[in-house]
């Protein structure tokens, strides 16, 4: 007979790596505010966010792009000021670039903060079995609905999704694909409504709306194609 012995303390370590990030978490957080007690605001307020940005000059590129990477991580901070910010301060274009980078770089991060951590504790509860079965069913019918997630505005799971996307058996490079496909559009309109300073007109809209409706038909109807690359990828146990 197998002793469990292995997996308790398997899952005792699982433990102490979990309670070592949440401490990690909960220092960085507690640093930030005593450093920036205002910090909140800096995501809250657009005013606040652009002086922020502009205050560290040559460097205000990076500080942006740490901004974002920031809000990804720390789910439920906002991130749409941001991208207005990032329009404004360098223009659409390379707004959307910088913005880009940052919501790349977070999606990235969090991702595998999900996989390793999320994912590694749901093997030591979940049977091989179920795990494979649930690992079948997301690469076979959900590249979709995580594609759509990722394209709509206003996500209803927010930045929370990137963390759940670590838990699936879709392959980071697939993912970080989609990421950028289906962020690229709300990115670009974000900083093109902040380089403007004004809001999108009714026909603006429209044609945005329009270019996500063809993105999502066109993974729709390659859904089959796509799900065939990414089982290539895909080794299950």
């Given amino acids: 007979m197998i002793s469990p012995e292995p997996t308790k303390k398997k899952k005792l370590k699982a433990y102490g790596y979990i309670a070592t990030l949440i401490f990690l978490i909960a220092a960085v957080l507690i640093f930030l505010y005593l450093k920036y007690p205002n910090l909140l605001t800096i995501f809250t307020e657009q005013n606040k966010t652009r002086e922020f940005i502009v205050q560290h000059g ?7 792009i740490g901004l974002q990477v920031f809000q990804i991580i720390f789910a439920p ?6 991208g207005f910010a990032a329009g404004y301060l360098f223009g659409a274009f390379k707004g959307t670039v910088y913005c880009l ?3 790349l770089i977070g999606a990235s991060i969090t991702f595998w903060l999900g996989r390793i951590f999320g994912r590694g504790l749901l093997k030591l509860f979940i ?6 079965k649930f690992d079948n069913y997301v690469v076979r019918k959900g590249p979709f609905i995580v594609f759509i997630l990722l394209l709509i505005p206003f996500s209803p799971l927010g930045d929370i999704f990137y963390y759940l996307s670590g838990l699936t058996a879709i392959p980071f490079l697939i993912y970080i694909l989609m990421v950028l496909i289906a962020r690229l559009p709300n990115s670009y309109v974000n900083n093109l409504i902040g380089a403007k300073a004004l809001t999108f007109s009714a026909r603006e809209w429209v044609i945005f709306l ?6 999502g038909l066109i993974f729709y109807f390659n859904r089959k194609k796509i799900e065939g690359l990414i089982l290539r990828f895909v080794k299950f146990r």
């Fill in 58 to 64: 040559v460097r205000a590129p990076f500080i942006l």
């Fill in 77 to 82: 901070i906002p991130g749409h000021f941001i």
């Fill in 101 to 103: 980078l940052g919501i």
């Fill in 127 to 132: 049977p091989e079995e179920s795990m494979q």
């Fill in 210 to 215: 329009s270019v996500l409706l063809v993105l």
